[in-house]
């Protein structure tokens, strides 16, 4: 019997090594962030998504799934943060983002893909959305529901004005040309304030 208690010794010993690496690893904040889990999330209904190659199809259809996990990050941060400035820009993002899923679906209700198709379309919305989760990797998540909210958020804001940039580029109707350039505007402005919150609260 000795000579199996070494081997019997070692299995044992690599067992509670893998047992506390992912008991490490789960409380790591990174991977406890309920926002990274709705943005990661949000990319898996993305990349599962059918694609028509029409433009200004595929950009409300992806618009209306992008918004939603911005709504749900905010709700996320009116139940969980401290801040009321946060708290507020979270309402405000709530409300503007529900208003615009509502012209969204109107547009696709009512739209027919169109020829000719843009096949690159698509592949310039999937590499803007690889970006904006290459950013939201390399941030620091602190677990504080504010900063880390606002922090993701800015990531988030950004993958939305760059799909709103290639659609103003390859689209061709006025309703999603109109939404975009409004998205594009409206981001911006919150990207900064999201950005000097950041540097005040660091």
């Not at 044992?12 to 090594?17: D, E, T, V, Y």
């Not at 889990?37 to 898996?44: A, C, L, P, Q, Y």
């Not at 198709?117 to 602190?142: C, E, G, Y």
């Amino acid at each position: 019997m000795s000579r199996f208690r070494l081997p019997l010794l070692a299995f044992a010993l690599l067992g509670l090594f893998f047992s506390s690496c992912m008991k490490g690893h789960d409380m790591d904040p990174a991977h406890q962030s309920v926002y990274m889990s709705i943005m990661m999330d949000m990319m898996t209904k993305m990349d599962a998504q059918a694609k028509t190659q029409d433009p200004d199809h595929d950009y409300a259809s992806q618009m209306v799934l992008h918004h939603e996990a911005a709504i749900k990050m905010a709700q996320e941060e009116l139940k969980s943060g401290t801040n009321q400035e946060m708290k507020t820009t979270a309402q405000t993002i709530i409300t503007n983002q529900q208003a615009e899923i509502t012209q969204f679906n109107a547009f696709l209700s009512g739209h027919q893909p169109r020829q000719p198709l843009v096949p690159q379309f698509s592949q310039l919305q999937k590499t803007n959305m690889d970006k904006m989760m290459a950013s939201s990797d390399k941030r620091t998540i602190t677990g504080r529901a504010d900063y880390d909210f606002a922090q993701l958020m800015v990531d988030h804001h950004q993958a939305a004005i760059d799909n709103s940039e290639a659609l103003l580029v390859h689209g061709r109707e006025t309703t999603t040309r109109t939404l975009a350039q409004a998205i594009i505007a409206d981001q911006r402005q919150e990207i900064k304030e999201l950005q000097d919150w950041l540097t005040r609260n660091k």
